[in-house]
């Protein structure tokens, strides 16, 4: 702010020149000289604390107005707590007059050690300013405190060791001993190697169980169907709430007016490990991929028909297996059926009894090229976890009869020979007239074209093979990188005709994997090494802008939840898209 004085200072008294003089000085001077000593400092209220204790770290801004604040990224060794919280102070002491803003975050360690938080920065009138970083160490919990909670959850998976592509359940189970009034998640559980359905219809009535001698109050708040996709341990990272429980009332009687206050207690699952095991390998040659228990139904359009007839044979798998990993079963026809392949019909997933279920409907075409009576038996095999063993069902032998078409021909109308009769005779030329004789073959223009294509078009292969040649020898690496940003606008364009058609779990499948694919193309990263941390390390090795780098974290996150946690939302979509067009347009200019 410029104030400015419009004074003749030469026509006034004495006295009131001395005055103005004083004024300047009080109040214009220590204004001033306080913008010129503005600080940007961090602190913390506790540089040693346990896994479970909650500390705040404070930014404060003395007299510094507006700029580019950017904090550090906390994600790695600390749970934030919420969204950071403000407050500003202005204060005039001896005319000294001092502006201060303070941005605390509330932060909770994930595991013992001792961890160091990055500076923050800041840009203010193209001038940058950083604070010290801080070391926190995080001390182990001691023996003895909080051995009887009075209230925590626990991540209970129906299985510690399962196949690959059974399906686990996995419950988010609360223990209480108070009233819980109130939830709040604040971190999701990352399901890395998994594929996740929520299940929103389960059997969620408290019961009461008792744990280390104390009586609790248990009940299931979330259902989730974990399908492992790879074998090898696979970890449930940890599930973090914060529960509002009343306070102790201290005599004072709760009325219209006076209720109960709040206080908040932060819980936390631990990690969960689950050991996936491959399938064995005396598959019989039926299994497709199911694994779990499932059931077969099949329908025949027809048992008589012709040769001129096509037969539909429609098969119906349903199971609590991973419904995608299923293949059409192999159908084995007599050699006298030509068999078309396979197209799928319907692919589904439903809720019973509190889990999922997947259905998939396979339609097969087969035309017979004989006539007579044949035998049908579908069979379908999948793995049974429950007894280690592969699983094979027959259907009754299905009895077709097929009879000739009317475009069928006798074996006895191809051996005939039609003999020659007198009509096949052309009639005896009785003109004598002299003709010019034609030009011969091999002196006319044909004869020289069809000499020369055969050379042109051996010409045409050679060169189409050397280009071949030329592409394989170029570095696929390097042919992905350059396509990486066509390709993640192919995506991203799908990704919003799926937003036109408000299909949420579509459009974030489609943002994921633009996002993932562009980096693993983009930065030569196998897509089996790839994850999140080795992602943000990369970008950072490569000096990408911390701002960006945490946006482009933050769309990956918000799509994972979208598709793996359940949590996608119609209205949030344009956002998100017009945030990945951006961040994609400033990656491709910052690589």
Request: aromatic share 8%; proline share 6%; net charge neutral.
């Amino acid at each position: 702010m410029t104030l400015v004085l419009d004074i003749n200072i030469y026509s006034t008294p004495i006295y009131k020149r001395a005055g103005i003089v004083l004024f300047l000085l009080l109040f214009l001077y220590p204004a001033i000289n306080a913008q010129n000593n503005g600080s940007f400092t961090v602190s913390t209220n506790a540089s040693v604390v346990t896994i479970n204790e909650y500390f705040s770290v404070t930014y404060t801004f003395k007299n510094i107005k507006g700029g580019d604040f950017r904090p550090p990224s906390f994600k790695k060794d600390f749970l934030q707590i919420g969204n950071p919280s403000r407050a500003t102070s202005t204060s005039m002491i001896n005319g000294h007059v001092t502006h201060e803003e303070k941005i605390v975050y509330q932060l909770r360690a994930r595991r013992q050690g001792t961890f160091t938080i990055p500076p923050a920065y800041l840009t203010v009138k193209n001038q940058e300013l950083s604070t010290d970083a801080l070391t926190i160490k995080v001390a182990e919990q001691k023996e003895g405190e909080d051995n009887a909670p009075e209230v925590f959850i626990r991540a209970e998976p129906s299985t510690l060791e399962a196949f690959i592509g059974q399906q686990i359940l996995l419950d988010y189970k609360l223990y209480t001993t108070v009233d819980v009034q109130r939830s709040n998640i604040l971190e999701e559980s990352e399901y890395q190697g998994f594929f996740v359905q929520e299940i929103r219809r389960f059997d969620n009535r408290p019961g009461q169980v008792v744990e280390e001698g104390i009586p609790y109050t248990s009940k299931v708040i979330r259902r989730l169907s974990l399908f492992p996709q790879q074998t090898g341990s696979l970890t449930v990272t940890p599930f973090s709430m914060q529960l509002g429980i009343p306070k102790e009332n201290n005599g004072r009687r709760q009325n219209l007016f006076f209720s109960r206050e709040i206080r908040s207690i932060p819980v936390s699952t631990g990690e969960t490990v689950i050991n996936i095991r491959p399938l064995p390998d005396n598959a019989p040659e039926s299994f497709s991929g199911a694994v779990g228990n499932y059931q077969q139904l099949v329908n025949i359009n027809r048992r008589q028909l012709t040769t001129d007839d096509a037969l539909t044979i429609t098969i119906t798998i349903m199971g609590d297996g991973d419904i995608k990993r299923v293949q059409a079963p192999n159908l084995s026809l007599p050699n006298s059926f030509e068999l078309y392949d396979p197209k799928v019909l319907e692919e589904v997933t439903y809720e019973t009894n509190g889990q999922t279920i997947g259905k998939k409907v396979f339609e097969y075409l087969a035309v017979p090229t004989q006539e007579g009576q044949f035998q049908i038996q579908p069979t379908f095999s999948y793995f049974n976890p429950d007894s280690a063993s592969y699983k094979t069902l027959e259907e009754t032998p299905y009895l077709i009869t097929v009879r000739p078409g009317i475009g069928t021909r006798s074996n006895s109308s191809n051996a005939d020979i039609a003999s020659l009769s007198d009509d096949n005779i052309g009639p005896l030329k009785l003109d004598t007239r002299l003709h010019k004789q034609k030009t011969p073959f091999h002196q006319s223009p044909s004869f020289w074209i069809l000499t020369i294509l055969p050379f042109l078009l051996l010409a045409s292969l050679v060169s189409i093979k050397l280009l071949k040649n030329r592409q394989q020898n170029i570095d696929p690496g390097l042919l992905r990188s350059k396509q990486a940003r066509k390709m993640a606008a192919q995506r991203l364009t799908t990704a919003e005709q799926h937003m036109k058609a408000e299909q949420s779990r579509a459009f974030y499948d489609e943002i994921s994997k633009a996002f993932l694919g562009y980096a693993c193309d983009k930065l030569h990263i196998p897509r089996s090494s790839l994850s999140k941390d080795g992602l943000r390390q990369k970008l950072q090795e490569l000096n990408i802008p911390i701002g960006l780098i945490d946006t482009v974290m933050e769309i990956i996150r918000t799509s994972e939840m979208a598709l793996f946690a359940g949590q996608a939302k119609a209205e949030d979509m344009q956002g998100i898209y017009d945030k990945s067009l951006k961040v994609l347009a400033e990656m491709e200019e910052a690589l």
